[in-house]
């Protein structure tokens, strides 16, 4: 009496394990690069965190844009402007309008980018 597995036997196992193992590897590709985009934006929060202060102690120093140097050569950083109105009516003959000047910074690093406004102010002129 012959005991063990045919050639077929054999060869289907072989298969299932082969995409069983092909499905847990994409699987592991794909939760690997989740997990660096994510490492990625933290990463631009705390550099972001970094150049704001940065910016507050020493304004004059801070360039329109730039890269974080050593502490991290991928990542680079903008320092955008923007003019913001808004406009409420009182009643209907009057309306108010508040003028904002925002700063925001946004930091890129890789496939991550993420915007941090992190000063508003009232224009000159606006008081």
Known sequence: MNRG????EAMVAVGIFAILGIVCLENYLM???IAQKIIDQQTCFI?????????????????????FGQTDPQARYTIET???AL???VTVDSEIT?????KRLIVKKRGSEISYPFLI???????
């Open 5 to 8: 597995f045919t050639l077929l």
């Open 31 to 33: 939760n690997a690069s």
């Open 47 to 67: 550099l972001a965190g970094q150049k704001e202060f940065e910016y507050f102690r020493d304004p004059q120093n801070i360039t329109e844009s730039g890269d």
């Open 82 to 84: 923007s003019e913001i």
């Open 87 to 89: 406009s409420e009516t």
């Open 98 to 102: 508040f003028n904002f000047i925002v």
């Open 121 to 127: 102010t009232i224009p000159e002129s606006g008081l």
